[in-house]
């Protein structure tokens, strides 16, 4: 089963489908697979390294970022279904240039995740989020981009790792898919991925643990005690690469935390680029995500590059530390 075959016959379950969305997920691909032909070059050309400009989020701009970024948008720009883009790299809206035609959705993403560990070879991924647009017609707006992540249509997450994975969800279960190189399609690998209720991984920035608020430092202390029948202790593992992180979660279950500190009250990482589409996958495969008491989804943002904290994983591993920060244990 190819990721074309699996794009078309999910249309055919929506009768009224114009297969304007299923064109996304098509310009998609393509665009997963042109970073990936430069990511397999890291090394061998010119592209490690870093760009001499900050982003929005004061990180340093990697060559490899630059050129995710551009690729996304230039396969997405002109395939007519969007109204506006928005990514990670960039501090205001994409719009869609002139030339094109506008269309009904919204695309926004993450287009290299994980930057810090490009050039030491450890896995990075793409993050990417399909919104329909609410504003009546022309250039999308702010209005378009800032909707709570409930009202995702679709979601995803490109991996490079070993292998690239094409991961996402249009309502219809979490699928996953494997390029084989020697086709260049994306193979259907994880059909229908659904995420174990309760797992003892727990994936946290441990180096953060004096400016955690006592409840997270209280729950980490619990979760490492040893008591065979809970399964505790838990075991760390933590690439720095969130959707690497979210990606071994999703499969093997367990937690994925990047909480509040006294450094960065509301974490890390962006709840519009980050936490809501990786939200959606995880619900979507019988996970849980929360900020640690709102459910992320929920959320509604009030800019484009809020952050906010995140607890996804496992739904019983979520509740248990929403206890832990509510006061409850
Ligand atoms: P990066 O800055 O390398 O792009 O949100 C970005 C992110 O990585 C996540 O992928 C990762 O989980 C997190 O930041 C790592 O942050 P810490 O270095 O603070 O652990």
Redesign the pocket.
Known sequence: MTLERHISEGERIHPEATGEFSALLHGLSLAAKLVWREVTKAGLVNILGKTDRMNVSG?EVKKLDEFADETIFKAMDHVGHLCVMASEENEDLLQIPDHYPQGRYVLIYDPL?????IDANITIGSIFSIYRRVSPGGKGTMEDVLQPGCKQVAAGYLLFGFSMMFVYCAGHGVHGFTLDPSVGEFLLSHESIRIPHRGSIYSV?EG?HARWQPAMQRYIHFIKQDDKATGRPYSLRYT????A?VHRTLLYGGIYC?PGDTKNPSG???LVY?DNPLAYIVENAGGAASDGGVRILDIQPETLHQHSPLFIGSPDEVKLVEEFLAGKR
Do not use: T
Not at 113 to 117: A, C, E, L, M, R
Not at 240 to 243: E, K, T, Y
């Open positions: 990180d995740d994980g930057s810090s560990n920035n953060n720095g690469s969130l959707v992180d990047y890390k990482l962006r980050e």
